[in-house]
């Protein structure tokens, strides 16, 4: 079934009682796991956290689109009067749908899944993407990383849910709920704080990518195979910048280290990028970085030609020596969107790591952008 025909399914279904579905997600992030479930032909399923079941259903269309497969959904309640069984009857999806209740909730799951996949000691990988929101909570979900991390499959997705979210102020009864939380687990992003020290720096993963605003997290299992999908990023940091500097791009690419193959023009107060080869890239002049130690870096970026490219942003910290995929941002680039203001966190932990260089790849090529402001930022 297509995005918008499940989309429309969910968002106009009524209870007898005139309830209407609550969306825990954002449009963009649906279509989001949409297209990844049906772009990278994930076959197997897990969503860590049903909650009413929306998802559940999207991702079970994607799974008829693509032509079959099974979405695996976990809770330890079934909500009502709206909830999965429902969702699933009412939009047809059931036959994709796998709904487990068990109080025991996912990370034991995920136990016993290990346990049957196990011969001779090592576990067969056997799941081809996964969507964690459920705990929220540094315990529970940096064990969930750690178990769905050997079940699924090299070139899988993971995405995460709620990076910009923390205990204090965000749940109507927070002061309830974690009444034994201590101040600093209140005033911590508990799943950036999982995606930035567990999954960033976990040797299995790489293809880090923010969404929706820096809510969402979306990591690959590694494959020599690159995949045939990739995120469409509006990569921005759910922590605000104590600092800011910006630079004019026609400076930056005057000074800049660049490889053959890119030809500038200024265009107004933007310069125009043209790229002939695939991946040409600049490395910034290290006045730049001056060995500073930078959290972030904004820029604004209008993608001419062809329709789509991928601008990947690489970092070199103290930490290693040369660029490399896991120091790395790509944010997957639509002509149709016109100018995007893109904000990209580097380094990954609130840290201080010298920054030694940065360097910027149109991947794809040839293309041809338009680049207006660049900024590096840190926290305080
Ligand atoms: C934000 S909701 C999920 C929303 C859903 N993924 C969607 O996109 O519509 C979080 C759900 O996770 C469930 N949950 C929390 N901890 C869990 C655990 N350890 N195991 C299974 N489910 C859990 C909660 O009961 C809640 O229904």
């Known amino acids: 079934m297509k995005f918008d025909e499940i989309y429309k399914r969910l968002s106009t279904y009524r209870t007898s009682g005139g309830e209407k579905l609550l969306f825990l997600l954002t449009p963009t992030t649906m279509r989001g796991i949409y297209d990844c479930v049906l772009h990278s032909n994930a076959q197997e399923c897990i969503e860590l956290g049903t909650g009413y079941g929306a998802t559940t259903c ?3 269309a994607a799974l008829q689109e693509r032509g079959g497969g099974c979405v695996t959904t976990i809770d330890i309640m079934v909500h009502d009067p709206i909830g999965i069984h429902v969702l699933a009857a009412h939009t047809g999806m059931a036959p994709y749908i796998n709904a487990i209740c068990s109080t025991a909730g996912y990370n034991w799951y995920m136990g016993d899944l290990i ?8 576990c067969e990988p ?17 064990l969930a ?3 769905v991390g050997k079940l699924l499959r090299p070139g899988s997705w993971l995405v995460m849910d709620d990076l910009d979210l923390r205990p204090r102020g965000g749940h109507p009864a927070w002061e309830t709920v974690f009444a034994h939380f201590t101040e600093a687990e209140l005033d911590t992003y508990h799943v950036a704080r999982i995606y930035n020290l567990i999954l ?3 040797p299995d993963f790489g293809e880090f990518a923010l969404g929706d605003g820096g809510r969402t997290g979306w990591a690959r299992k590694k494959s020599a195979a690159p995949s045939p999908w990739y995120p469409t990023t509006h ?3 759910p922590l605000r910048l104590g600092w800011r500097q910006a630079f ?30 695939t991946d040409p890239f600049f490395i910034l002049p290290g006045a730049v970085v001056a060995q500073r130690s930078i959290d972030a870096i904004t820029l604004r970026v209008h993608l001419v030609s062809p329709p789509t490219e991928t601008l990947q942003i690489f970092w070199i910290n103290a930490t290693r020596e040369n660029f490399n995929e896991e120091q790395s941002m790509r944010v997957k680039l639509a002509a149709e969107d016109g100018w995007r203001d893109i904000a990209i966190r580097i380094n990954g932990t609130r840290e201080k790591w010298p920054v030694r260089a940065i360097r910027l790849d149109l991947t794809d090529g040839p293309s041809t952008v338009l680049w207006d402001d660049f900024a590096i930022g840190g926290w305080i």
């Open 58 to 60: 999207i991702i079970a």
């Open 115 to 122: 346990a049957a996949q196990t011969k001779n000691g090592v």
């Open 126 to 142: 056997c799941l081809d993407f996964c969507f964690l929101d459920g705990a929220h909570e540094w315990g529970h979900d940096a």
């Open 145 to 147: 990383v750690y178990l």
């Open 200 to 202: 960033r720096q976990h």
């Open 235 to 237: 990569v921005l940091d």
């Open 248 to 277: 004019a791009p026609a400076e930056l690419a005057a000074q800049a280290h660049r490889t053959d193959g890119i030809n500038i023009r200024r265009k107004g107060s933007a310069i125009q990028i043209d790229a002939e080869l």
